[in-house]
């Protein structure tokens, strides 16, 4: 075959971690390769080799067969790498020509020149099917939109490999659906593309091969073709994985949260959440399904107590806690796992020992009388990493940033059940998880709901809904479209409803 | 988060016993040095504002280098961070410690500082220049090692006075100090006193407003001098006597712009002769003439006494007219010599004690 | 046990490393800040060797320059507390010069007005200092909170209105028998100087202010690294989202945050104005507030840092004076480390970089 890279028995130390051992991963020309490991299994690290910002301890890479030394970036701009990271490097208040031109800018005498700029996008846009328009604002368009000018960064660069990270993580489903067209036209006219990811959906769907690696070691590469979805998750987690969980009839009891026309603000100033309604009893699951903002923030935060609800009652075991504090939410039996981790859930610079204890650090017997009691807090933390396997590299005095995505977020779902709420509110609980780990919380939140406590569970992605959901409310526009049971229904109709058409009478 | 601070702090006490341990040893050599009289070393310490403040402290350090270059010693100033007590005694400690055993000071901010500073170490000399030396009490106490100068400013201001009105003829003038304290005031007083005798003997019509007295409150605030002396040739004023240090520059600024777009204004400068300050044009200036102190003069004479050793310790001596201690510029090109003559004539009765300036206020204006 | 003594190892082994860079990182800008002064001492024609040994020399050579070094720390501590405090709950207090003066102000106030005995009498004025400072700090907290104004612009604006109310409050009810621009001197019976400190020091400005600011470089270090409120105010400063979502008041530990960093600068200005300087004078904005921003970044925001780093600046501000008076070197080099060390600390990113580059040439870490 004709390869444009090889890496070839790449092997990269960090202190104590091996993090690429021995990894051979080749690019044939035209094909979509895809780089399928766990979180931490070093497919950002290997990357980062080819794109020059680490060196190799060992090995030899090899762009269309000659020997290379990448020693930064721009010498991978120049071999005519690229890549398009998963946290978008954009200016906002700039418009999409001036941020693709960034640092490689014609200039006609003193002037930069954008007309041609632009109009060398446009051709470029049209060419692979972008639908870019270079005139508009980066802060106006779509996060799709966002993507494919990153996109077209490279592809005004010349680069012929193109390096995706993890490129669906913040995709609606349509929009995904858009990527895997434009990487399809990549391919045609001659470009070669390395998709990191761990969907294995994605990678049967579009990818040739597939090189998969865990924890820093090479497992295999096959081709995905021929390759099961249940073969490939197999390979990256080491073990047979269930692809569903499994899951025991429900047994609901008494209402434990009762939103009785509650009405929410939105941040700019219009009813975000209307006259909405809902019963949550112990035992169950509710998930709510719906669009991205379509209310769901607003829901959330009147029901924990971030936002003040305009109108309605929250009642949480009978009690009117609709003007109560965070905090006393908190103690009457509310717990939250937000669906921003980073902003909402942990406080990064804190050791992961003081995350753990961060809704309970003022009761006894983790301070007394103002003061910290540091042994007990150390026993806690030590107890809930054990218990929802929480893995740090240096342990609970561990900076909670250190930690993997999947251990952070691990380590949230610990805290909030350790707190043996009455009502568990879950938003997106797996967002940006492997396999492995959306497993564990999916099961832990199963396990939840059959000790006896409601759990309302907020997610945009529709499988996850329908996997673990007991009953279903769908919103649309902030109203409730619908109440359905999870068993009765499918993702059509549901799809249907979050598009805001009303269910039909008896179904 | 505890262990880092501490770690610095060891580090720290570490390079600090290191260097104590340098010195030490050797602190025999640089300090305990009761080198002969010829070595001389006279140091000095500035008040608030700067060496070359055209006032001041330059003309005291002019006095220091001139003694300093006459009889071949050593000089050092040095400017103290603040303008507390604590701040001017620190700098007097390090000239005393760096082997300057006489030291001037100008102004009476360093009271206090003198007073302590004459007891801690005897064998330096000092001189305070415009106060004496308290414990905070006002109660002078001047030591044997101290000697303590003040100036007749209502002489010099009288002088400055009359030879305003002289010149002006009529019209309104004004007076801008610095802070409201004795040598200031009393360079108004005696600039008042001055303008009433020459409307008295020789008929001039040049009078000042209560409103146009004014005390700005420092000695260092440029832009406060500038707007006051505005707001004054704005209502009319046409020569301003500004006692005020820095504030008095601002005042001179102001004056300079106006004088370039051809508005007739003065000022009338203090302490130093401060034509130079007033140049705005070839050789034109808005300096009317000025007040001075001979205080580079006080300077150079008690240096000149330590060295013929009649230094006047435990004195409080007065620079007044009798001793050419105050006056007005020799050279003042924007006077008459009429002018000249007659304030040459006043300088002389009050040499002679014909003619005596009051030192308070009197129905005088603040 | 195995498992749990490799795991608690390994947690040892990862404050080391932390410990090692902070260390690493201050020492390195205090170094390169001290090169820099020696390259400038040699282009201006010095001698650097000779320019140190009197500068150290100069805070470290006597009990009495050591008491001084100290004194001079003592409000440096306090103002670096202040924004170091601050600073590690997330908020930048600008204002701690102001903050500054309203303590003093405060403790001025108390100790002109209360005839009382010294051990009575003292406490009381600290109290009142740290009150002052407090409510002073409380407000720029209250308007953060309440509507969103930037702590910087509100605490700069404060310093003003405070610079202003000392401007009319000192003459107003606290003037002395004689001059406009200062209070009265402060008694000895409401003074933080002691007779028996004193002369222990050898006539030192050292005061009891040095013990109060041990004292509450201890509770700061302890409220910030052993409190449920620490943890709180920590807490919001890292990630306000989260501390709310955890049901953390974010407001209350913005005006909480704010008011203590306002206290202990205005504990800082009982210590200068009662203790270092025996009166308050209107007019001057202390520096202090600027220089704690300095020392608050050399001592990476920890209470034993800030401490560490007074005590090193306040050892430069009291050698700078001896070195000016036994070299030809400028004062202004002093000053020139001194701000060079604040910028290398304020770039430590920078020499962390480099670090980090050598250390992964060397050894590899990521």
Request: proline share 8%; net charge negative.
């Given at each position: 075959m004709d390869y444009v890279i090889e890496m070839l028995k790449i092997r990269k130390e960090f202190p104590g971690v091996v993090a690429c051992d021995d990894i051979t991963l080749q690019l044939a020309k035209g094909e979509i390769h895809a780089l399928l490991g766990e979180n931490g299994a070093g497919k950002s690290t290997l990357m980062s080799i080819l794109f020059g910002l680490y060196q190799p301890d060992s090995g030899t890479i090899r762009v269309r067969g000659n020997d290379v030394r990448i020693s930064n970036p721009n010498i991978a701009n120049d071999l005519g790498i690229g890549m398009v990271h998963q946290h978008f490097k954009l200016v906002e208040n700039f418009t999409v020509t001036e941020n693709i031109i960034l640092g490689s800018e014609s200039t006609r005498g003193l002037l930069v020149d954008v007309r041609s700029a632009a109009d060398k996008i446009r051709v470029l846009s049209r060419r692979y099917g972008?639908?870019?328009?270079?005139?508009?604002k980066i802060a106006d368009v779509s996060v799709g939109m966002q993507q494919r000018v990153e996109i077209l960064k490279m592809l005004y660069r010349d680069a012929e490999i193109l390096i995706f990270d993890e490129p669906t993580s913040v995709l609606t489903p349509q929009e995904v659906r858009e990527l895997m067209k434009i990487m399809r036209s990549l391919v045609n006219e001659g470009k070669s593309i390395i998709l990191i990811t761990h969907k294995l959906k994605e990678i049967k769907e579009i990818a040739n091969r597939c090189t998969v690696i865990r924890r820093g070691k090479p497992v295999g590469t096959v081709d995905v073709a021929t390759t099961s979805q249940e073969k490939l998750a197999e390979m990256m987690v080491g073990r047979k994985v269930l692809m569903k969980v499994e899951k025991g009839p429900e047994n609901p009891g008494e209402t434990i949260l009762r939103l009785d026309n509650l009405s929410v603000r939105s941040g700019r100033g219009v009813l975000g959440l209307k006259n909405f309604s809902l019963d949550v009893r112990c035992g169950e699951i509710v998930g709510v399904a719906g669009v991205d903002g379509n209310g769901q923030s607003e829901l959330v935060e009147a029901i924990v107590g971030l936002k003040k609800a305009e109108e309605g009652r929250i009642l949480l075991n009978g009690k009117d806690v609709k003007n109560m504090s965070v905090r006393n939410r908190i103690r009457e039996g509310m717990a939250l796992i937000p669906g921003d981790r980073h902003k909402y859930g942990?406080?990064?610079?804190?050791s992961l020992e003081d995350n753990l204890v961060l809704k309970v650090y003022d009761s006894q017997p983790y301070s007394r009388n103002g003061f910290l009691k540091r042994e007990a807090i150390h026993q806690q933390a030590e107890k809930v990493i054990s218990e929802f396997d929480v893995r740090s590299g240096q342990g609970s005095a561990g900076a909670a940033r250190s930690l993997s995505g999947g251990n952070q977020q691990k380590a949230i779902v610990g805290r909030e059940i350790d707190l043996n709420p009455d009502l568990l509110v879950a938003v997106q609980p797996t967002r940006g998880l492997d396999v492995g780990a959306i497993e564990y919380i999916h099961r832990r939140i199963i396990e939840q709901r059959d000790r006896g406590k409601a759990v309302l569970l907020v997610s945009l992605e529709l499988d996850e809904i329908l996997t673990l959901s007991d009953r279903i409310a769908v919103i649309n526009n902030g109203e409730l479209v619908g109440i359905v049971q999870a068993s009765e229904t499918n993702e059509n109709q549901v799809g249907l409803m979050m598009a805001g058409v009303q269910r039909e009478a008896g179904v | 988060m505890f262990k880092k601070g501490l770690l610095f702090m060891l580090a720290f006490v570490l390079v600090a016993s290191m260097a104590v341990g340098c010195t030490s040893r050797t602190n025999t050599g640089g300090n305990g040095d009761g080198k002969s009289e010829d070595s001389l070393k006279v140091g000095m310490v500035t008040d608030a504002g700067t060496i070359d403040d055209k006032s001041f402290n330059q003309g005291t350090w002019e006095g220091v280098v001139k003694a300093g270059n006459e009889f071949g010693l050593e000089t050092r100033y040095l400017k103290p961070v603040g303008t507390t007590e604590a701040h001017y005694i620190t700098e007097i400690g390090n000239l005393v410690d760096a082997g300057y055993k006489f030291i001037v000071c100008p102004g009476f901010k360093f009271e206090t500082a003198i007073f302590q500073a004459q007891e801690r170490y005897p064998d330096a000399k000092f001189v305070l220049i415009d106060g004496y030396p308290h414990a905070g009490d006002w109660a002078p106490v001047v030591a044997a090692n101290t000697v303590s100068i003040f100036f007749a400013e209502h002489e010099s201001g009288f002088l400055a006075g009359l030879a305003t009105a002289l010149e002006l003829q009529e019209g309104e003038v004004g007076f801008i100090g610095g802070m409201e304290i004795p040598p200031v005031q009393k360079f108004n007083w005696g600039f008042q006193q001055g303008l009433l005798y020459a409307s008295e003997n020789f008929g001039t019509n040049v009078t000042v407003k209560a409103?146009?007295?004014?005390?700005?409150?420092?000695?260092?605030n440029v832009a406060a001098g500038q707007q006051l002396a505005a707001q004054m040739y704005d209502k009319g004023v046409k020569a301003i006597f500004a006692a005020a240090g820095g504030v008095g520059v601002g005042s001179i600024n102001e004056a300079k712009a106006r004088a370039k777009d051809g508005d007739d204004v003065w000022i009338v400068g203090v302490d130093v002769d401060q034509y130079a300050e007033g140049i705005y044009e070839g050789n034109k200036s808005i300096i009317l003439t000025s007040a001075m102190k001979q205080i580079d003069q006080a300077a150079y004479d008690m240096i000149k006494a330590e060295k013929e050793g009649v230094f006047p310790g435990g004195e409080i001596l007065l620079f007044t007219a009798a001793n050419d201690g105050i006056g007005i510029?020799?050279?003042?090109?924007?006077?008459s010599a009429d002018v000249m003559a007659k304030v040459a004539e006043a300088f002389n009765m009050i040499k002679n004690g014909t003619l005596v300036i009051s030192d308070v206020q009197g129905d005088l204006i603040k | 046990m195995k498992p749990n003594t490799g795991k608690y190892v390994q947690q040892l082994r990862a404050i080391k490393v932390t410990i090692n860079k902070e260390y690493v990182l201050a020492f390195v800008a205090v170094i390169l800040g001290l090169l820099a002064g020696a390259a400038l001492m040699l282009l201006t024609g010095n001698n650097p060797v000779s320019g140190y040994y009197y500068l150290f020399r100069g805070g470290l050579m006597n009990v009495e320059r050591v008491g001084n070094t100290l004194a001079t720390a003592t409000p440096l501590i306090f103002t670096g507390l202040s924004v170091a405090f601050a600073f590690r709950t997330g908020l930048f207090n600008i204002g701690a010069s102001g903050q500054m003066l309203i303590g003093g102000l405060f403790a001025t106030a108390v100790g002109l007005t209360l005839d009382w005995p010294k051990p009575l009498l003292l406490p009381v004025m600290v109290f009142a200092a740290l009150v002052g400072g407090g409510l002073w700090a409380a407000l720029p907290g209250w308007l953060k909170a309440?509507?969103?104004?930037?702590e910087v612009v509100a605490t700069i604006m404060m310093n003003w209105i405070a610079y202003w109310t000392v401007f009319y409050t000192v003459p107003r009810y606290f003037k002395g028998p004689f001059l406009e621009t200062e209070s009265q001197r402060i008694p000895y019976n409401a003074s933080l100087k002691l007779n028996s400190l004193t002369s222990l020091f050898g006539?030192?400005?050292?005061?009891l202010g040095i013990f109060i600011a041990l004292l509450f470089v201890l509770i700061a270090a302890v409220i910030l690294e052993r409190t449920t409120l620490g943890y709180e105010l920590k807490a919001v400063g890292f990630n306000r989202h989260a501390a709310e979502s955890a049901g953390i008041s974010v407001n209350k530990n913005i005006i909480l945050s704010m008011t203590i960093a306002g206290a202990l600068a205005g504990l800082g200005g009982a210590t200068f104005y009662v203790g270092y300087a025996s009166n308050m004078q209107i007019g001057v904005l202390p520096s202090h507030g600027f220089d704690g921003i300095a020392v608050a970044l050399l001592g990476a925001n920890t209470p034993l840092g800030v401490l560490g780093a007074s005590v090193f600046f306040g050892l430069l501000h009291t050698g700078k004076g001896f070195m000016n008076a036994m070299t030809r070197i400028p004062p202004e080099i002093a000053d020139t480390v001194m701000a060079t060390i604040i910028y290398f600390a304020a770039t430590s990113i920078m020499v962390e970089r480099v670090w980090t580059r050598w250390r992964a040439k060397r050894g590899g870490v990521r």
């Open positions: 972008l639908n870019v328009e270079p005139e508009s942990l406080i990064l610079d804190y | 409103e146009n007295v004014i005390y700005q409150g420092t000695f260092d510029p020799k050279e003042n090109p924007n006077l | 309440r509507f969103n104004v930037h006539g030192s400005y050292i005061n």
